[in-house]
């Protein structure tokens, strides 16, 4: 698995097809950020997995969502790196652990004091797959569209913090 951040040129259309098959929609979004992502290659070169990432200076997604924007409640600020949607074409290959890893090494680089990841409490096997990684819930409320439910705000720490 060979992981790359930021996204090459070549790689951002399938890398935000992925990315918007899992979490986007009506075509939202048409183009991503390579530097607020990156991706997981299988062994033919091909986009496996694509991570978003969030921080002070925004997200992967660019352009407004096909929503109006005052039906979003954005979580709590933090310092972490967020996991901004995370979607990997075979699940259970190892891809999504790889690009945990890879966002850990990235944030601890950064200075960030760990990666946040905010997931639909209806998503279990997210909530198992974060939980295996180590993760832990830091939080709940309703974040994101009203009709989300309730979402836990899952957090690890980074570059060797307890």
């Known amino acids: 698995m060979q992981i790359l951040s930021p996204i090459p040129q070549p790689l951002l259309d399938p890398a935000c097809a992925l990315w918007r098959a899992h979490f986007g929609g009506a075509g939202w979004p048409r183009r991503v950020r390579a530097g607020h992502g990156m991706v997981g290659l299988d062994a033919a070169g091909r986009v496996a997995g694509v991570m978003g990432l969030r921080d002070g200076a925004g997200g992967f997604a660019l352009g407004p969502p096909p929503l109006p924007g005052w039906l979003f409640r954005a979580a ?33 680089r950064r200075g960030h004091p760990g990666l946040r990841a905010e997931v639909r409490a209806r998503n279990r096997a997210a909530l198992a797959f974060y939980a295996a990684m180590g993760f832990w819930a830091e939080g709940q409320g309703r974040y994101g569209l009203p009709w989300w439910g309730q979402v836990y705000l899952m957090r690890l720490l980074v570059g060797g913090r307890p």
């Open 76 to 108: 709590p600020a933090t310092g972490d790196l967020v996991i901004d949607g995370l979607a990997v074409a075979d699940p259970r290959q190892g891809t999504g652990r790889a690009l945990v890893a890879a966002a850990g090494d990235l944030a601890a």
